[in-house]
Antibody, heavy 121, light 107 residues
Framework: EVQLVETGGGLIQPGGSLRLSCAAS????????MSWVRQAPGKGLEWVSV???????YYADSVKGRFTISRDSSKNTLHLQMNSLRAEDTAVYYC???????????????WGQGTLVTVSS | DIQMTQSPSSLSASVGDRVTITCRAS??????LNWYQQKPGKAPRLLIH???SLQSGVPSRFSGSGSGTDFTLTISTLQPEDFATYYC?????????FGGGTKVGIK
């Protein structure tokens, strides 16, 4: 059974750093496209970042240069290092498995339950 | 980036109703269109990919159609568990982008 479990969220001051983790089971993270998608309170879904089954990574313009996506194959885990956090980064962060239909084309078939990041002083 | 526009943003319906939600892309995306359902406090759930392919385990009352720029999600006979918010997402190009959502509420 495919399962994704996010951890690492919490309350952090503006300018601070946080590292999110997403532990996967039932499939191999390094063999799949893996993404982070966030949802601000009461708002819609916003894609944040993706790592392909190779090592290619992409970021939304809103987080580029501040966030880093990575994976630990030995632990079958996806990470999101978030630096220089801003109030507008406050959201529930979901990890999701991507199904590639072409090189830069994918949709999300499994999602974790999400972890809340609150950036506030 | 490709902009996705959903309409309506919300609707009220009764159990047994036929419900249609539309999604429009700012440029042609062929059939690279996916639909998700999200209930309060829960993660999104994939319903349909490639505009009309039903994800495994999703009830057949859900269907999708369209290509190019205009797409629809139809719930043929609304059930109590279908009251939720629905999002479209284009997978034609990076970055993947979502519509603003359509909340289906109880009339």
């Amino acid at each position: 059974e495919v399962q994704l479990v996010e951890t690492g969220g919490g309350l952090i001051q503006p300018g601070g750093s946080l590292r999110l983790s997403c532990a996967a089971s039932g499939f191999t993270v390094s063999s799949n496209y893996m993404s982070w998608v966030r949802q601000a309170p009461g708002k819609g879904l916003e894609w944040v970042s993706v790592v392909y089954s190779g090592f290619t990574t992409y970021y939304a313009d809103s987080v580029k240069g501040r966030f880093t996506i990575s994976r630990d194959s030995s632990k079958n885990t996806l990470h999101l290092q978030m630096n220089s956090l801003r109030a507008e980064d406050t959201a529930v962060y979901y990890c999701a498995r991507g199904i590639a239909v072409a090189v830069d084309s994918y949709y999300f078939d499994f999602w974790g339950q999400g972890t809340l990041v609150t950036v506030s002083s | 980036d490709i902009q996705m526009t959903q309409s309506p943003s919300s609707l009220s319906a009764s159990v047994g109703d036929r419900v249609t939600i539309t999604c429009r892309a700012s440029q042609s995306i062929a059939s690279y269109l996916n639909w998700y359902q999200q209930k309060p406090g829960k993660a999104p759930r994939l319903l349909i990919h490639a505009a009309s392919s039903l994800q495994s385990g999703v009830p057949s009352r859900f269907s999708g159609s369209g290509s190019g720029t205009d797409f629809t999600l139809t719930i043929s006979t609304l059930q109590p568990e279908d009251f939720a918010t629905y999002y479209c997402q284009q997978s034609y190009s990076t970055p993947p982008t979502f519509g603003g959502g359509t909340k289906v509420g109880i009339k």
